[in-house]
């Protein structure tokens, strides 16, 4: 059994390059450890750390997984994600450039985007060199200002079957050598308060998955046509 370290909660990236590779090191020390996963966002990664990284990634696995949620900078600005998607785009292409795995992170059904609106962005994060990709439904967690907002004004969100359909079709519209490495987010139903489906992650997946193979199988019935 080997590990990866993942450094995962907020922003990964977030101090000077001596004090993150110090931490990354350490990570690496640890016994039976061949890699490490540093979750950050765009607007948080600089030349001085991706040459650092750069570096390190030539004696062991390392992967960066930037939040992307969204190619609307519109809606970057509404959900107050404090970077665009053109920064998305040139942290991305730039990571890719120094031979780094990217992994990259997208939310459906943020406020104000249709199912339309998801199915349009699918082919600008498909064009991005991203090497994996994990995609989350939109969640309320209590204590949020999102949270706050939805408890005075409550807005759509996404039930099981509308869901399983859009990130069907969504999947589609990417990349076949994009590795997806989450199809939908659980978090404790002590902190969720919305959308409640009741049922648990494997079963979200087993859906999609079904749902993908109803596409290929009504596909290859029209060209037997």
């Known amino acids: 059994m080997k590990y990866l370290v993942y450094f995962q909660s907020y922003t990964n990236t977030y101090a000077d390059v001596k004090t993150l590779m ?9 016994a039976d450890v061949v890699g490490i996963v540093i979750a950050t966002r765009p607007d948080c990664i600089s030349e001085a750390l991706l040459a650092a990284l750069t570096d390190l990634n030539r004696r062991t696995l390392v992967i960066v997984e930037y939040g992307i949620e969204s190619a609307d900078n519109a809606t ?10 053109e ?6 292409n730039e990571t890719h450039r120094r031979g780094i795995l990217i992994g990259g992170h997208v939310i459906l059904g943020l406020p104000g985007e249709s199912p339309d609106d998801s199915l349009r962005q699918a082919p600008l994060i498909s064009a991005l060199p991203l090497d ?3 995609i989350h439904q939109l969640q309320v967690i209590r204590g949020t200002k999102l949270a706050i907002e939805y408890e005075a004004n409550p807005f759509h969100l996404y039930s099981l079957d509308e869901y399983v359909e859009l990130v069907s079709q969504y999947i589609l519209k990417l990349r076949k050598d994009i590795v997806i490495e989450r199809f939908a987010s659980q978090v404790p139903a002590s902190l969720l308060i919305a959308p409640r489906w009741g049922v648990k992650q494997q079963e979200v997946t087993e859906r999609v998955i ?11 019935c029209c060209q037997h046509d």
Do not use: D, P
């Open 76 to 85: 970057l600005l509404r959900i107050n994600r404090g970077h665009t998607f």
């Open 22 to 30: 110090s931490i990354y090191e350490e990570a690496l020390r640890q």
């Open 87 to 92: 920064q998305s785009v040139a942290a991305v």
């Open 132 to 134: 994996f990709l994990k």
């Open 210 to 220: 079904c749902r993908l193979k109803s596409f290929s199988a009504l596909s290859q």
